[in-house]
């Protein structure tokens, strides 16, 4: 599965973004999908994981209340609308997907080449 991910910027605290991952492969429907991140000098973090179909999400403590995953599988699609961004957000975001329901990276098979989010103070 081919992975693209879009939709990152430079925005202000306080604003928001919404980052889309788009899938190759028709098989996306059969993947969990889940966003990391990753700031300079840091480990890559978990963000959010979405169920197959849809039902079921977790976020990481860092961003919870703030992000929302979300997918559409007629899209091959898969989005992470992000509000009341803060400098602490600056990180590449990076989508990825994953044969089996989990939150640690090591369990994704697939990653998407990353979408750079800056959040000026």
């Known amino acids: 599965v081919q992975l693209q991910a879009s939709g990152g910027g430079l925005v202000q605290a306080g604003g928001s973004l919404k980052l889309s991952c788009v899938a190759s492969?028709?098989?996306?429907?059969?993947?969990?999908m889940g966003w990391f991140r990753q700031a300079p000098g840091k480990e890559r973090e978990f963000v959010a994981v979405?169920?197959?179909?849809?039902?079921?999400?977790i976020w990481g403590d860092p961003v919870k209340g703030r992000l929302t995953i979300s997918r559409d599988n007629a899209k091959n699609t898969v989005y992470l609308q992000m509000s009341s961004l803060e400098p602490e957000d600056t990180a590449v975001y990076y989508c990825a997907a994953s044969g089996t329901w989990s939150t640690s990276r090591y369990a994704y098979d697939y990653w998407g080449q990353g979408t750079q989010v800056t959040v000026s103070s």
């Open positions: 492969r028709r098989t996306f429907g059969s993947y969990v």
């Open positions: 979405i169920s197959v179909a849809g039902g079921r999400t």
